[in-house]
Nanobody, 125 residues
C-alpha cells in the first residue's frame, strides 16, 4: 500500500508564502501523477494542482494559477507546492494525492487512489 507523507503547512498572513511537500513511500505507475487537493470547513474537496512524472505536464486550478507552482524532485517520489501571494480563501486542509498518469489533470477526488493525511494551511487577513 502506497503511503503519502505530506507536510509544510502553517499559518501566514495574506500575501505570504508557504511550501508544502509530499513524499510517496514508493514510486511506480500508481504514483505517476501526484498533486494536491484542499478542503475548507463546510466545503467540498477541490483540486489544486497536479504534475505528471518527470514534469511531463503540470495542471492548475484556475484560482491558483500564477500564484502556486508544483514541482517534482529528481527522485520522482517527492512533489512540492510553492504557494505565494496567499489569500484568506486559501485557508484549508491540503491533501497530497497520487494516481496513475491517465487521471492527471482530473479534479475528481475519486480518481485519486492514494491520499496523504493532510496538512493545515491558515491565512489571516
Amino acid at each position: 500500500q502506497v503511503q503519502l507523507m505530506d507536510s509544510g503547512g502553517g499559518s501566514v498572513q495574506a500575501g505570504g508564502s508557504l511550501r508544502l511537500s509530499c513524499t510517496a513511500s514508493e514510486y511506480g505507475y500508481t504514483t505517476d501523477c501526484m498533486g494536491w487537493f484542499r478542503q475548507a470547513p463546510g466545503r467540498e474537496r477541490e483540486g489544486v494542482a497536479a504534475i505528471l512524472s518527470g514534469g511531463a505536464g503540470t495542471y492548475y486550478a484556475s484560482f491558483v494559477k500564477g500564484r502556486f507552482t508544483i514541482s517534482q524532485d529528481n527522485a520522482k517520489n517527492t512533489v512540492s507546492l510553492q504557494m505565494n501571494s496567499l489569500r484568506p480563501e486559501d485557508t484549508a486542509m491540503y491533501y497530497c494525492v497520487a494516481g496513475p498518469p491517465v487521471i492527471c489533470g482530473s479534479w475528481r477526488s475519486s480518481d485519486y487512489k492514494h491520499w496523504g493525511q493532510g496538512t493545515q494551511v491558515s491565512v489571516s487577513s
